[in-house]
Nanobody, 127 residues
Framework: VQLQASGGGLVETGGSLRLSCSAS????????MGWFRRAPGKEREFVAA????????YYADSVKNRFTVSRDNARDTVYLQMNGLKPEDTAVYYC?????????????????????WGQGTQVTVSS
């Protein structure tokens, strides 16, 4: 599976952005897709995830009620709608796909639950 993330940019505090992640290749094998981010000087952290067929969503507490993850199965694309952006949301955002149901359900917040990663897109929120 190949993943291509896009949609990052510079936005003011309180603004919105929508990230997209298009999957290609063996997309039939995808069980779930997730978004992670890495801020400068910090470790990569889980942001949100969605089960590909069921549509069940999962969020980090820090983004709950501000971010929405969704997918378009026909387009093999997952989205991350980010509203109410804060300076602390500044990071490189990565999308990832996972093929293993047990790994995902055991720990969807962990990078090890995912098998393929996109290249990342920069999100910068100015104060």
């Amino acid at each position: 599976v190949q993943l291509q993330a896009s949609g990052g940019g510079l936005v003011e505090t309180g603004g919105s952005l929508r990230l997209s992640c298009s999957a290609s290749g063996r997309t039939f094998s995808i069980y779930a897709m997730g978004w992670f981010r890495r801020a400068p000087g910090k470790e990569r952290e889980f942001v949100a995830a969605i089960r590909w067929s069921a549509g069940t969503t999962y969020y980090a507490d820090s983004v709950k009620n501000r971010f929405t993850v969704s997918r378009d199965n026909a387009r093999d694309t997952v989205y991350l709608q980010m509203n109410g952006l804060k300076p602390e949301d500044t990071a490189v955002y990565y999308c990832a796909s996972g093929n293993r149901q047990s790994a995902f359900l055991t720990n969807y917040r962990g990078a090890d639950a995912y098998d393929f990663w996109g290249q990342g897109t920069q999100v910068t929120v100015s104060s």
